[in-house]
Protein backbone atom coordinates (compact mmCIF):
# COMPACT_ATOMS: atom_id res chain seq x y z
CA UNK A 1 0.00 0.00 0.00
CA UNK A 2 1.57 3.73 -1.26
CA UNK A 3 0.03 4.82 2.24
CA UNK A 4 1.72 2.67 4.22
CA UNK A 5 5.30 3.01 2.53
CA UNK A 6 4.64 6.57 2.62
CA UNK A 7 3.75 6.67 6.56
CA UNK A 8 7.19 3.92 6.76
CA UNK A 9 9.42 7.07 4.81
CA UNK A 10 9.65 4.89 2.03
CA UNK A 11 11.13 6.61 -1.18
CA UNK A 12 7.66 6.60 -3.66
CA UNK A 13 8.12 8.00 -7.41
CA UNK A 14 5.37 10.59 -5.93
CA UNK A 15 3.28 10.78 -3.00
CA UNK A 16 0.19 9.29 -2.25
CA UNK A 17 -2.99 11.13 -2.32
CA UNK A 18 -6.00 11.28 -0.53
CA UNK A 19 -7.94 14.24 1.13
CA UNK A 20 -10.43 14.98 3.86
CA UNK A 21 -13.93 14.52 3.39
CA UNK A 22 -13.57 12.89 0.43
CA UNK A 23 -16.71 10.71 0.85
CA UNK A 24 -19.37 13.56 0.78
CA UNK A 25 -21.64 16.34 -0.86
CA UNK A 26 -19.16 17.28 -3.66
CA UNK A 27 -20.40 13.94 -5.31
CA UNK A 28 -23.35 13.52 -7.33
CA UNK A 29 -23.48 9.62 -6.33
CA UNK A 30 -23.47 10.83 -3.06
CA UNK A 31 -26.21 13.40 -2.98
CA UNK A 32 -28.51 10.90 -4.43
CA UNK A 33 -27.73 8.32 -1.55
CA UNK A 34 -27.81 10.88 0.78
CA UNK A 35 -31.62 11.97 -0.67
CA UNK A 36 -32.85 8.45 0.89
CA UNK A 37 -31.32 8.62 4.45
CA UNK A 38 -29.82 11.26 6.88
CA UNK A 39 -26.74 11.76 7.83
CA UNK A 40 -27.27 9.61 10.81
CA UNK A 41 -28.84 6.81 9.46
CA UNK A 42 -26.31 6.84 6.83
CA UNK A 43 -23.48 6.29 9.39
CA UNK A 44 -25.33 3.40 11.37
CA UNK A 45 -26.02 1.40 8.23
CA UNK A 46 -23.00 -0.20 7.68
CA UNK A 47 -23.89 -1.10 3.86
CA UNK A 48 -24.54 2.40 3.56
CA UNK A 49 -21.77 3.63 5.01
CA UNK A 50 -19.28 1.89 3.23
CA UNK A 51 -20.81 2.31 -0.49
CA UNK A 52 -20.20 6.23 0.61
CA UNK A 53 -16.66 5.83 1.94
CA UNK A 54 -16.24 3.36 -1.57
CA UNK A 55 -17.58 6.26 -3.65
CA UNK A 56 -15.07 8.23 -4.31
CA UNK A 57 -12.36 5.53 -4.55
CA UNK A 58 -14.49 4.10 -7.58
CA UNK A 59 -14.00 7.07 -9.16
CA UNK A 60 -10.92 8.40 -8.49
CA UNK A 61 -7.24 7.48 -8.34
CA UNK A 62 -6.86 7.70 -4.71
CA UNK A 63 -4.77 5.34 -2.13
CA UNK A 64 -7.16 5.06 0.70
CA UNK A 65 -10.45 4.96 1.59
CA UNK A 66 -11.77 7.10 4.77
CA UNK A 67 -14.61 5.20 6.64
CA UNK A 68 -18.00 7.47 6.42
CA UNK A 69 -18.41 8.35 10.04
CA UNK A 70 -18.28 11.49 12.17
CA UNK A 71 -16.02 12.38 15.03
CA UNK A 72 -19.04 13.08 17.13
CA UNK A 73 -20.41 9.16 16.83
CA UNK A 74 -18.89 7.61 19.51
CA UNK A 75 -19.97 9.65 21.78
CA UNK A 76 -23.35 7.34 21.38
CA UNK A 77 -20.95 4.40 23.33
CA UNK A 78 -20.30 6.39 26.10
CA UNK A 79 -24.45 7.21 26.75
CA UNK A 80 -24.62 10.75 25.06
CA UNK A 81 -27.31 11.85 22.16
CA UNK A 82 -25.70 13.52 18.95
CA UNK A 83 -28.10 15.01 16.46
CA UNK A 84 -27.00 16.80 13.78
CA UNK A 85 -28.72 19.67 12.38
CA UNK A 86 -26.83 20.07 10.16
CA UNK A 87 -24.04 20.35 12.79
CA UNK A 88 -23.51 18.24 15.97
CA UNK A 89 -26.48 19.20 18.15
CA UNK A 90 -26.50 18.05 22.32
CA UNK A 91 -27.18 18.91 25.55
CA UNK A 92 -24.56 20.61 27.25
CA UNK A 93 -22.27 18.62 30.14
CA UNK A 94 -20.16 19.91 32.92
CA UNK A 95 -16.64 19.03 33.36
CA UNK A 96 -17.45 17.11 35.82
CA UNK A 97 -20.31 14.84 34.11
CA UNK A 98 -17.71 14.53 31.17
CA UNK A 99 -15.25 13.12 33.71
CA UNK A 100 -17.69 10.65 34.81
CA UNK A 101 -18.61 9.06 31.39
CA UNK A 102 -17.11 6.29 31.65
CA UNK A 103 -15.50 3.79 29.55
CA UNK A 104 -16.72 3.24 25.82
CA UNK A 105 -18.72 0.73 24.90
CA UNK A 106 -17.48 -0.38 21.22
CA UNK A 107 -20.50 -2.85 20.93
CA UNK A 108 -22.70 0.39 21.08
CA UNK A 109 -20.90 1.89 17.78
CA UNK A 110 -20.11 -1.78 16.53
CA UNK A 111 -21.96 0.11 12.96
CA UNK A 112 -18.55 1.58 12.14
CA UNK A 113 -16.47 -1.57 12.33
CA UNK A 114 -18.89 -3.56 10.34
CA UNK A 115 -18.45 -0.29 7.73
CA UNK A 116 -14.71 -0.66 7.74
CA UNK A 117 -15.26 -4.65 7.70
CA UNK A 118 -17.43 -4.33 4.30
CA UNK A 119 -15.28 -1.35 3.02
CA UNK A 120 -12.12 -3.72 3.28
CA UNK A 121 -13.08 -6.71 1.59
CA UNK A 122 -14.34 -4.26 -1.58
CA UNK A 123 -11.31 -2.34 -1.61
CA UNK A 124 -8.35 -3.50 -3.54
CA UNK A 125 -5.94 -4.73 -1.66
CA UNK A 126 -2.97 -1.82 -2.25
CA UNK A 127 -5.89 0.77 -1.05
CA UNK A 128 -5.80 1.24 2.38
CA UNK A 129 -8.55 1.98 4.78
CA UNK A 130 -7.94 4.61 7.46
CA UNK A 131 -10.26 4.74 10.35
CA UNK A 132 -10.36 8.18 12.34
CA UNK A 133 -11.59 9.45 15.70
CA UNK A 134 -11.59 13.08 17.37
CA UNK A 135 -9.07 14.10 20.38
CA UNK A 136 -10.27 14.38 23.37
CA UNK A 137 -9.79 17.78 24.15
CA UNK A 138 -11.95 18.51 20.84
CA UNK A 139 -14.64 16.18 22.37
CA UNK A 140 -14.71 18.41 25.38
CA UNK A 141 -15.39 21.08 23.71
CA UNK A 142 -18.32 20.30 21.93
CA UNK A 143 -19.81 18.02 24.88
CA UNK A 144 -18.98 21.01 27.24
CA UNK A 145 -20.32 23.79 24.56
CA UNK A 146 -23.46 21.49 23.13
CA UNK A 147 -22.78 22.29 19.71
CA UNK A 148 -20.10 24.31 17.85
CA UNK A 149 -18.43 27.49 18.67
CA UNK A 150 -16.34 30.09 17.35
CA UNK A 151 -14.79 30.63 21.08
CA UNK A 152 -15.40 26.92 23.05
CA UNK A 153 -15.67 29.52 26.23
CA UNK A 154 -17.08 26.46 28.32
CA UNK A 155 -14.21 24.47 27.54
CA UNK A 156 -11.49 27.04 28.42
CA UNK A 157 -13.64 28.09 31.11
CA UNK A 158 -13.24 24.56 32.51
CA UNK A 159 -9.31 23.91 32.00
CA UNK A 160 -8.48 27.35 33.86
CA UNK A 161 -11.32 26.71 36.85
CA UNK A 162 -11.26 22.59 37.16
CA UNK A 163 -7.92 22.06 35.76
CA UNK A 164 -7.77 18.37 37.63
CA UNK A 165 -11.35 17.85 36.78
CA UNK A 166 -10.13 18.77 33.56
CA UNK A 167 -7.12 16.11 33.13
CA UNK A 168 -9.25 13.65 34.33
CA UNK A 169 -12.27 13.57 32.12
CA UNK A 170 -9.59 14.20 29.35
CA UNK A 171 -7.64 11.16 30.39
CA UNK A 172 -11.05 9.24 30.28
CA UNK A 173 -11.79 10.27 26.94
CA UNK A 174 -8.51 9.45 25.62
CA UNK A 175 -8.74 5.76 26.92
CA UNK A 176 -12.24 5.12 25.55
CA UNK A 177 -10.58 6.77 21.79
CA UNK A 178 -7.81 4.46 22.28
CA UNK A 179 -10.66 1.61 22.59
CA UNK A 180 -12.78 2.89 19.63
CA UNK A 181 -9.61 3.42 17.36
CA UNK A 182 -8.71 -0.27 18.21
CA UNK A 183 -12.10 -1.69 17.59
CA UNK A 184 -11.53 -0.11 13.98
CA UNK A 185 -8.29 -1.79 13.21
CA UNK A 186 -9.25 -5.02 14.19
CA UNK A 187 -12.25 -4.34 11.77
CA UNK A 188 -9.59 -4.13 8.77
CA UNK A 189 -8.15 -0.21 9.59
CA UNK A 190 -4.86 0.20 8.12
CA UNK A 191 -4.44 3.69 9.13
CA UNK A 192 -6.06 5.54 11.94
CA UNK A 193 -6.53 9.49 11.91
CA UNK A 194 -7.11 11.73 15.18
CA UNK A 195 -8.70 14.60 14.35
CA UNK A 196 -8.15 17.34 16.83
CA UNK A 197 -10.13 20.25 15.13
CA UNK A 198 -10.39 22.68 18.06
CA UNK A 199 -6.83 22.18 19.59
CA UNK A 200 -6.02 25.46 17.87
CA UNK A 201 -8.11 27.58 20.19
CA UNK A 202 -5.44 26.74 23.18
CA UNK A 203 -2.54 28.42 24.47
CA UNK A 204 0.83 26.04 23.88
CA UNK A 205 1.12 25.96 27.72
CA UNK A 206 -2.13 24.27 27.73
CA UNK A 207 -2.35 22.46 24.49
CA UNK A 208 0.79 20.64 26.43
CA UNK A 209 -0.90 20.19 29.92
CA UNK A 210 -4.42 19.20 28.78
CA UNK A 211 -4.51 18.22 25.10
CA UNK A 212 -1.01 16.52 24.51
CA UNK A 213 -1.52 13.42 26.87
CA UNK A 214 -5.28 13.12 26.10
CA UNK A 215 -3.61 12.77 22.54
CA UNK A 216 -1.17 10.64 23.60
CA UNK A 217 -3.12 8.51 25.29
CA UNK A 218 -5.69 7.90 22.42
CA UNK A 219 -2.90 7.01 20.07
CA UNK A 220 -0.92 4.72 22.42
CA UNK A 221 0.60 1.47 21.10
CA UNK A 222 -1.74 0.79 18.54
CA UNK A 223 -1.36 -1.39 15.57
CA UNK A 224 -0.67 0.57 12.50
CA UNK A 225 0.63 3.77 11.54
CA UNK A 226 -1.24 7.10 13.27
CA UNK A 227 -1.91 10.41 12.16
CA UNK A 228 -2.40 13.20 13.85
CA UNK A 229 -4.24 16.53 12.83
CA UNK A 230 -5.24 19.87 14.64
CA UNK A 231 -5.73 22.57 11.96
CA UNK A 232 -5.53 26.26 12.79
CA UNK A 233 -2.39 25.52 14.93
CA UNK A 234 0.71 27.01 13.60
CA UNK A 235 1.48 27.84 17.22
CA UNK A 236 1.51 24.21 18.33
CA UNK A 237 4.17 22.51 15.59
CA UNK A 238 7.06 23.11 17.31
CA UNK A 239 5.94 20.16 19.96
CA UNK A 240 3.15 18.41 18.10
CA UNK A 241 5.67 15.66 17.52
CA UNK A 242 5.35 14.97 21.03
CA UNK A 243 1.70 13.27 20.74
CA UNK A 244 3.90 10.28 19.19
CA UNK A 245 1.96 9.75 15.74
CA UNK A 246 3.73 8.31 12.60
CA UNK A 247 2.53 11.37 10.41
CA UNK A 248 0.68 14.61 11.12
CA UNK A 249 -1.44 16.70 9.05
CA UNK A 250 -0.83 20.76 8.33
CA UNK A 251 -3.57 23.03 7.07
CA UNK A 252 -2.66 25.65 4.59
CA UNK A 253 -1.59 28.47 6.78
CA UNK A 254 2.54 27.66 6.22
CA UNK A 255 3.90 26.29 3.13
CA UNK A 256 4.95 22.94 3.93
CA UNK A 257 8.53 22.69 3.84
CA UNK A 258 8.41 25.03 6.77
CA UNK A 259 5.88 23.18 8.40
CA UNK A 260 7.55 19.98 8.04
CA UNK A 261 10.86 21.81 9.12
CA UNK A 262 9.22 22.69 12.92
CA UNK A 263 7.60 18.92 13.24
CA UNK A 264 10.36 17.56 11.86
CA UNK A 265 11.57 16.02 8.82
CA UNK A 266 12.12 12.10 10.93
CA UNK A 267 8.49 12.31 11.05
CA UNK A 268 5.64 11.78 7.83
CA UNK A 269 3.50 14.91 6.85
CA UNK A 270 0.22 15.47 5.36
CA UNK A 271 -0.88 18.16 3.19
CA UNK A 272 -1.41 20.76 2.37
CA UNK A 273 -3.30 22.07 -0.48
CA UNK A 274 -5.99 24.97 0.37
CA UNK A 275 -9.37 23.53 -0.59
CA UNK A 276 -10.05 26.97 -2.17
CA UNK A 277 -7.82 26.28 -4.57
CA UNK A 278 -9.94 23.16 -5.66
CA UNK A 279 -12.71 25.99 -6.58
CA UNK A 280 -10.83 27.50 -9.49
CA UNK A 281 -9.27 25.66 -12.22
CA UNK A 282 -7.37 23.02 -13.76
CA UNK A 283 -4.13 25.44 -14.29
CA UNK A 284 -4.05 27.11 -11.25
CA UNK A 285 -4.68 23.63 -9.30
CA UNK A 286 -1.63 22.09 -11.79
CA UNK A 287 0.51 25.42 -10.52
CA UNK A 288 -0.77 24.85 -6.66
CA UNK A 289 0.07 21.25 -6.82
CA UNK A 290 3.38 21.30 -8.15
CA UNK A 291 4.58 24.20 -5.67
CA UNK A 292 3.76 21.57 -2.76
CA UNK A 293 5.50 19.09 -4.54
CA UNK A 294 8.44 21.32 -4.99
CA UNK A 295 8.56 22.60 -0.80
CA UNK A 296 8.52 18.48 -0.50
CA UNK A 297 11.00 18.38 -2.53
CA UNK A 298 11.17 14.70 -2.68
CA UNK A 299 11.51 13.71 0.70
CA UNK A 300 10.60 10.25 1.69
CA UNK A 301 7.02 10.65 4.23
CA UNK A 302 4.67 13.04 2.60
CA UNK A 303 1.53 11.92 2.32
CA UNK A 304 -0.82 14.67 -0.70
CA UNK A 305 -3.81 16.17 1.03
CA UNK A 306 -6.01 19.26 1.57
CA UNK A 307 -5.42 21.60 4.42
CA UNK A 308 -9.06 20.73 5.66
CA UNK A 309 -12.28 18.86 4.12
CA UNK A 310 -12.76 19.42 0.20
CA UNK A 311 -15.62 21.92 0.18
CA UNK A 312 -19.37 20.60 -1.34
CA UNK A 313 -19.67 22.99 -4.06
CA UNK A 314 -15.86 21.46 -5.58
CA UNK A 315 -16.63 20.82 -8.92
CA UNK A 316 -15.55 16.71 -9.55
CA UNK A 317 -13.19 17.66 -12.78
CA UNK A 318 -11.04 19.83 -10.25
CA UNK A 319 -10.79 16.87 -7.58
CA UNK A 320 -9.70 15.01 -11.27
CA UNK A 321 -7.19 17.52 -11.99
CA UNK A 322 -5.71 17.61 -8.24
CA UNK A 323 -4.54 14.09 -8.85
CA UNK A 324 -3.55 13.61 -12.20
CA UNK A 325 -1.27 16.71 -10.66
CA UNK A 326 -0.19 14.63 -7.94
CA UNK A 327 0.92 11.70 -9.98
CA UNK A 328 2.85 14.33 -12.42
CA UNK A 329 -0.10 13.35 -15.40
CA UNK A 330 0.22 16.32 -18.25
CA UNK A 331 -3.60 17.23 -19.05
Known amino acids: MKL????????????PVWFMRQAGRYLPEYRELRSRYSFREAIRRPGVAAEITLQPVRRFD????????????????LGVDVEFAPGPQLEPMTIEAVANLGDLAPEAVGFVADAIDLVRRDLPADRAVIGFAGAPITLAAYLLEGGGSKTFLQLRRALSGAPETSLAALTSLGRSMRTYLASQIDAGA???????????????????????????????????PTIYFAPHAPHLLDSVAAVGADAYGIDWRLPLDEAWSRIGYDHAIQGNLDPAVLLTDPTTIRSAVERILDEAAGRPGHVFNLGHGIDRTTPVDNVAAMIAAVRGERP
Do not use: C, N
Not at 6 to 12: D, F, K, N, T
Not at 62 to 77: K, W
Open 4 to 15: LAALAHEPLDHP
Open 190 to 224: DVVMLFDSWAGILSRDEWQRFALPAARAALDGLAV
Open 62 to 77: LDAAIVFSDIMTPLEG
